[in-house]
Structure formats: C-alpha cells, structure tokens
Nanobody, 121 residues
C-alpha cells in the first residue's frame, strides 16, 4: 500500500509564494521519483515538475522553470514544491505522484488526494 498526502495549499495573492508538501506513508520515497501535477477546472492535468529518486535531477516544463522548485528531504520522507511569483492561472488542485522506476519518465502509479491552491486578490 502506497499513500501520498499533499498539504500546504491555500489562498495566496498574486505574486506570493506557497510551499507544498508531499508526505509518503507505507513506503519510503528514496527509490521513487516524485512528480507534481495540477488540474484546474475544465482543463487537462498538467505536469508541474519532477524530481528523480536520487534527487540529483529535476525536470520542469518551460512554463514553470524559474518559478517552481522541487526538493526532497528523505529524513522526513517528504518532497516539496516551492512555488513563487504565483499567478491566478496557477489556481488548481495540485497532486503529487510516485514513479517506482525513479526516473520521472515512467508511469506514476500512486497519487495523492490533492491540495487546493487558489491565487487571487
């Protein structure tokens, strides 16, 4: 049983920052790549970024690079998504997901329940 729980979402003004957490239960994250995704109402799920199991590599779409940063703290069995310079278009439910290959390039088999991020003034 693999369980991921996201937290840290909430309401933030445009230009503000949020730090989301993805905590693992029932397994350790050391051998998993962790991806962050988001989905806004009426839109397809979108990749935000991913960190490999070793933490040595991170991947971001061009539209997110420079504003979003993924890191991991294996001692806390947690992966973080730091989001800066937030825009209203960033409003979405944010999910983390685990890739057992550790590569970021395979299917993500385990997903969290999501945490709502709302960017509004």
């Amino acid at each position: 049983q693999l369980q991921l729980v996201e937290s840290g979402g909430g309401l933030v003004q445009p230009g503000g920052s949020l730090r989301l957490s993805c905590a693992a239960f029932g397994f350790t994250l050391d051998n998993y790549a962790i991806g962050w995704f988001r989905q806004a109402p009426g839109k397809e799920r979108e990749g935000v970024g991913c960190i490999t199991s070793s933490g040595s590599s991170t991947y971001y779409p061009d539209s997110k690079r420079g504003r979003f940063t993924i890191s991991r703290d294996n001692d806390k069995n947690t992966v973080f998504l730091q989001m800066n310079s937030l825009k209203p278009e960033d409003t979405a439910v944010y999910y983390c997901a685990a890739d057992s290959t550790g590569s970021c390039f395979a299917d993500f088999g385990s997903w969290g329940q999501g945490t709502q991020v709302t960017v509004s003034s």
